[in-house]
């Protein structure tokens, strides 16, 4: 795919969904595409189709986050993305909200690996990569309570993720949660979800749902984290 293609697809396909696409980050996004695709030849980081990318490989991992950038906050900086493995949504959003302090948290050596060299490449300042489990990174002190904001994508929300999540997150945070659902449940110490459209057409949706953490009594204790195992798709 060509530059101009790219770019042609990229507008077409942001336009369909009502974004705006900043052109100071139009080359960014094209080389995180193309690093991705040289990477997922050796490490399995999506299914979705790179060399001959599809209308939904650009919906998926770069106009969603683009999307979602609109429900974001500067203020809600630091920022913590769990099982980034390919780096959508973080990468795409840390493009579109720069000023966020952004951790990648990938449990995978090879993959954090590609997650790095993202970060040397495409210049992402304030952006770190952990390769460590998620539980366990939220339970060092000095991370306890720091977070603005926490997201998650490709990875099973389940209680002992959220009892994680909570203990990370600040009074008010937010976990913010990539879905085809437009509900979720609720969970103890996070009042929501609401619920904004990222992307609604005949053959996909994507839904943006939001947890904001309560001034309620976190659950302590050791947590567990299972992650979806399943590439990208």
């Given at each position: 795919m060509t530059s101009k293609a790219f770019r042609e697809r990229l507008e077409r396909r942001a336009k369909r969904a009502g974004v705006t696409v900043d052109a100071g980050i139009l080359d960014r996004l094209e080389a995180y595409l193309r690093l991705l695709a040289?990477?997922?030849?050796?490490?399995?980081?999506?299914s979705l189709p790179l060399?001959?990318?599809?209308?939904?490989?650009?919906?998926?991992?770069l106009i969603e986050p683009l999307a979602a950038a609109r429900s974001v906050q500067d203020a809600w900086s630091p920022w913590f993305d769990i099982g980034s493995g390919g780096g959508s949504p973080a990468i795409p959003l840390k493009l579109a909200k720069p000023l966020l302090r952004l951790t990648m948290v990938e449990s995978k050596a090879r993959k954090a690996?590609?997650?790095?060299?993202?970060?040397?490449?495409l210049e992402l300042g304030d952006t770190a990569v952990e390769t460590v489990r998620f539980e366990d990174l939220a339970s060092r002190p000095h991370v306890e309570g720091?977070?603005?904001?926490?997201?998650?994508?490709a990875v099973r929300l389940d209680k002992t993720l959220v009892a994680s999540a909570s203990r990370l997150l600040r009074s008010n945070g937010h976990?913010?949660?990539?879905?085809?659902t437009r509900t979720g449940p609720a969970y103890e110490a996070f009042d929501g979800p609401s619920s904004t459209v990222l992307l609604k057409s005949k053959h996909r949706r994507a839904y943006l749902l939001s947890y904001s953490r309560?001034?309620?009594?976190?659950p302590r204790g050791t947590f567990s984290l299972q992650i979806d195992k399943t590439p990208l798709t």
């Open positions: 040289r990477w997922n030849s050796k490490v399995n980081l999506t060399d001959e990318p599809t209308d939904e490989t650009f919906d998926r991992l690996a590609f997650l790095r060299e993202a970060v040397r490449a720091l977070a603005g904001i926490v997201t998650v994508r976990l913010l949660t990539f879905t085809q309560s001034d309620s009594n976190v």
